[in-house]
């Protein structure tokens, strides 16, 4: 689970990519009252596959800030 907090209003958005820089999945959420946002992913693509085992980056759009983390999946 990847959790944001202190989000002001609007729209959450994380975008999962690979190591390639492909956009993998794309979920998208509302923020909560209290400013806080949770994104949960399956490892799985925008297709419904599982992903691969390897690295991934996560990348956390809000109307205030963009941030990215460096994922690692292992099966």
């Known amino acids: 689970m990847i959790t944001l907090n202190h989000v002001k209003g609007g729209e959450a958005c994380l975008e999962i990519y690979d190591i390639t820089g492909r956009l993998v999945k794309k979920l998208q959420q509302g923020v909560e009252t209290n400013g806080r946002v949770n994104f949960v992913w399956d490892a799985t693509d925008n297709s419904g596959n599982k992903v691969s085992s390897g690295v991934y980056f996560a990348k956390a759009l809000t109307p205030q800030d963009v941030k990215t ?3 690692l ?3």
């Open 69 to 71: 983390v460096k994922l």
């Open 73 to 75: 999946y292992l099966k």
